[in-house]
C-alpha cells in the first residue's frame, strides 16, 4: 500500500520560515494537500492541489510537489501556527494521509 | 455556509457494530461536485481514512477495513451514514464527516470537516 512520510516534529523561531516535507513513491506524479489541526479542533485545509490556498488561509502558507517529495513552506511564522499539520495523496483510487508533522513554534 | 455534525452512540461494545450519521446542513449533499467521506483519529494518533461515497451511491473504501465497512447515503435526509462492524478497542477513536471536493480524477481534498465525535470501545 501507498504509503506518505513526514517527520513528526519540526521547529520553528516565530518570524522564520518552517518547512514540513511529506515524501511518497512518486508523489511528484499525483496531487497533494495539507491540513493543519489545532488541538481539540477538526482539520482545516491549508494548501489543496499541490499549492492552492483556500480563501481565509494566510498567504504566508505555500506548498509545491515534485519528485518523491512534496513541501508545505510557512514564511513568518506566527504563534497562531504551532499544530500538527497532515499531508494527504490519492493512490489507485484510495485516500492516504501522512503520519503528521507537529510544528512547535519557540 | 456547509456544516456536517456527526452523532451516534459514543458507546459501542467489543465485536458490535459501530454506526454513525453525518448530518449535512447549509448544502445539498446530491451536488456533482463532491464526494462525501468519513476519516477517523484514534487518541494521540494521525488520521485515517475509512471511505468515501457519491450521491449517486458509489463508494470507495480503504482497503484495510473495506471487510468491515458500510458507508450509505440517504439524499431525503441530506445524511450519509457509517457502520463499521466488529469493533475492537482498536476502533476507539474520534470520527470525522467531511466533503470531499474533486478536481479531477486522484485530486481531491476535504474541506470542510465536521466537529468529530468520540466513539470509544470497551465492555
Known amino acids: 500500500s501507498y504509503e506518505l512520510t513526514q517527520p513528526p516534529s519540526v521547529s520553528v523561531s516565530p518570524g522564520q520560515t518552517a518547512s514540513i516535507t511529506c515524501s511518497g513513491d512518486k508523489l511528484g506524479d499525483k496531487y497533494a494537500c495539507w491540513y493543519q489541526q489545532k488541538p481539540g479542533q477538526s482539520p482545516v485545509v491549508v494548501i489543496y492541489q499541490d499549492n492552492k490556498r483556500p480563501s481565509g488561509i494566510p498567504e504566508r502558507f505555500s506548498g509545491s510537489n515534485s519528485g518523491n517529495t512534496a513541501t508545505l513552506t510557512i514564511s513568518g511564522t506566527q504563534a497562531m501556527d504551532e499544530a500538527d499539520y497532515y499531508c494527504?495523496?490519492?493512490?489507485?483510487?484510495?485516500?492516504?494521509f501522512g503520519g503528521g508533522t507537529k510544528l512547535t513554534v519557540l | 455556509q456547509l456544516q456536517l455534525q456527526e452523532s451516534g452512540p459514543g458507546l459501542v461494545k467489543p465485536s458490535e457494530t459501530l454506526s454513525l450519521t453525518c448530518t449535512v446542513s447549509?448544502?445539498?449533499?446530491?451536488?456533482?461536485?463532491?464526494?462525501w467521506g468519513w476519516i477517523r483519529q484514534p487518541p494521540g494518533k494521525g488520521l485515517e481514512w475509512i471511505g468515501s461515497i457519491y450521491y449517486s451511491g458509489s463508494t470507495y473504501y480503504n482497503p484495510s477495513l473495506k471487510s468491515r465497512v458500510t458507508i450509505s447515503v440517504d439524499t431525503s435526509k441530506n445524511q450519509f451514514s457509517l457502520k463499521l462492524s466488529s469493533v475492537t478497542a482498536a476502533d476507539t477513536a474520534v470520527y470525522y464527516c467531511?466533503?470531499?471536493?474533486?478536481?479531477?480524477?486522484?485530486?481531491?481534498?476535504?474541506?470542510?470537516w465536521g466537529q468529530g465525535t468520540l466513539v470509544t470501545v470497551s465492555s
Open positions: 467531511a466533503r470531499l471536493a474533486i478536481a479531477a480524477a486522484g485530486n481531491g481534498w476535504f474541506d470542510p
Open positions: 494527504q495523496a490519492w493512490d489507485s483510487s484510495t485516500v492516504v
Open positions: 447549509g448544502g445539498s449533499i446530491s451536488s456533482s461536485s463532491y464526494y
